[in-house]
C-alpha cells in the first residue's frame, strides 16, 4: 500500500511479482508452504508414481540423444526437492547407466524453498543457481512441473472505448482495481479480437522471457514443461473470465488483492503464447499432450504380482487413488505436458505415443 501511496497504482503484474517474490513479504520467498499440510499440493506430493513415470519420459530422451556418458538434468522451479527426489531415485533403481552420468541441478529463487530442497536432497551432489544462464552450456533435459503459472501476468480488459490494462490502485484504504492505458503499447495487440468487450485476457512476457533464458542456456537436449492452462482457442472458451485466483490452505482465493504476501496467486498458462516464445529462442516443439495421457504411455498403470498380505494390499489401494488423481481428467490429469527439442531428435518420443526406444527394452 505505502509503494502504491507513494508512486500510483501499480500494473497488475508489478503488484503479482511483488506479492509472491518481494525479499520481506514476498509468498515464495518467506511463507510459501506447500503439500497436505501447506497450501496446495503438486503432483509430486501425491507419491512416488510421478517421479517415476517422469524418469521413465526422461530415460528415454536420454537413450535417444545416444546415451551420453555425462549430461544435465535441471529442474527449475523445484518446490520442496520431492520430484528431483524421487525421479533421481527411480534412475537409479531402473536405469542406473542413465543415472550415473546424469548432474543434477536445480533452478529456484526462494531461499526458504532451497532449504526445503537441501532436506529432501541430502547427501546428493547437486547444484544450485538462480537462473538458467548460471548453469549453462546445458547438454540434457531441463524440466519445470508448475513453474509458468507462477509468473507474474498483465491483465488486460477490453471496453467499449478501447483496450485498458489492470492496475492496482487504493480506495478507501483498500486495494482496488484501476484501469488505464496499457503500461505499453504492445499490449494492446496481445489480447485476441475474439475477447468481448468486459471480458479480460492475461499475458505474461516475463513466462515468456523465462522460456526464452532456458532455450538460451540449452546447448542440445530438450525442455519439458508440465502446468495447468491451455492454447489460445481453449482459453477463450472462456468467453473472457479471468483466471487469476488465490490459494490458502487448499482454498480457492476469488479476490486476488486480499492479503497480499499471504498465499499464492496464479494463472492459467497460455500455451500459445509459450510455444511462440520458445520456437523464437530456436526450440523446436516435439510434443504436447495432457499429463493423463503421458503418463498412461508412459506405463504410470503397470502394476507388479499382486500384494499378498493385507497391509501390502493397503498400501497398493492408496497407490492406486494416488496414480487416480494424476489421472484425473478434471484435475491433474488435464495438465498440459510440452516438450521441445534443441539439437536433438524430435521423432518418436514414447511419452507422446511414438514407440518405445528399442534400446530401453530392459526398462519397465
Known amino acids: 500500500m505505502s509503494r502504491i501511496r507513494a508512486s500510483g497504482p501499480l500494473t497488475f ?8 517474490f518481494d525479499p520481506d513479504d514476498g509468498y515464495y520467498t518467506t511463507r510459501a508452504s506447500l503439500g497436505f499440510e501447506g497450501d496446495y499440493v503438486t503432483s509430486a506430493d501425491l507419491g512416488p508414481a510421478f517421479g ?11 537413450l535417444v540423444m545416444g546415451k551420453p556418458a555425462t549430461w544435465d538434468l535441471v529442474e527449475a522451479g523445484a518446490g520442496r526437492g520431492i520430484l528431483m527426489r524421487d525421479l533421481l531415485g527411480a534412475l537409479e533403481r531402473e ?10 541441478a536445480i533452478v529456484e529463487v526462494s531461499p526458504r524453498l532451497r532449504a526445503q530442497q537441501s532436506l529432501a536432497l541430502e547427501g546428493r551432489d547437486l547444484r544450485w543457481a538462480s ?7 546445458i547438454n540434457g533435459i531441463v524440466f519445470a512441473n508448475e513453474v509458468l503459472d507462477a509468473f ?10 478501447g483496450v485498458r490494462e489492470v492496475f492496482v490502485g487504493e480506495a478507501n484504504g483498500r486495494l482496488a482495481e484501476v484501469l488505464r492505458a496499457p503500461s505499453t503499447p504492445d499490449l494492446r495487440w496481445r489480447i485476441p479480437e475474439a475477447v ?20 538460451a542456456a540449452l546447448v542440445s537436449g530438450y525442455v519439458v514443461l508440465i502446468d495447468y492452462g491451455g492454447d489460445e482457442a481453449e482459453l477463450l472458451t472462456r468467453q473472457g473470465a479471468g483466471t487469476v485466483r488465490g490459494f490458502a490452505q487448499h482454498r480457492l482465493i476469488a479476490d486476488p488483492l486480499a492479503e497480499p504476501g499471504l498465499h499464492d496467486l496464479t494463472a492459467s498458462v497460455d500455451f500459445t503464447a509459450i510455444r511462440r516464445a520458445a520456437e523464437g529462442a530456436g526450440l523446436q516443439l516435439v510434443g504436447t499432450s495432457t499429463q493423463r495421457d503421458v503418463l498412461v504411455a ?16 493397503l498400501r497398493a489401494a492408496s497407490r492406486r487413488s494416488a496414480i487416480d488423481a494424476l489421472l484425473d481428467p ?3 490429469g488435464a495438465f498440459k505436458v510440452v516438450c521441445f527439442a534443441k539439437d536433438a531428435p524430435s521423432e518418436g518420443l514414447r511419452m507422446f505415443g511414438g514407440a518405445r526406444p528399442e534400446s530401453a527394452a530392459r526398462y519397465p
Open 330 to 332: 478434471n484435475g491433474l
Open 13 to 20: 503484474a508489478t503488484y503479482m511479482e511483488a506479492a509472491l
Open 298 to 313: 508412459l506405463g504410470i498403470r503397470e502394476s507388479a504380482a499382486r500384494p499378498a498380505t493385507p497391509i501390502e494390499q
Open 196 to 215: 468481448p468487450i468486459g471480458g479480460r485476457w492475461e499475458t505474461s512476457p516475463a513466462a515468456e522471457g523465462w522460456v526464452a533464458s532456458l532455450a
Open 95 to 104: 536405469r542406473p547407466d542413465a543415472a550415473r552420468g546424469a548432474r543434477p
Open 52 to 62: 517415476r513415470s517422469l524418469a521413465r519420459g526422461i530415460a528415454d530422451l536420454w
Open 131 to 137: 537462473v538458467a544462464r548460471s548453469l549453462a552450456p
Open 152 to 161: 507474474p501476468v498483465h491483465v488486460l480488459t477490453r471496453t467499449a472505448d
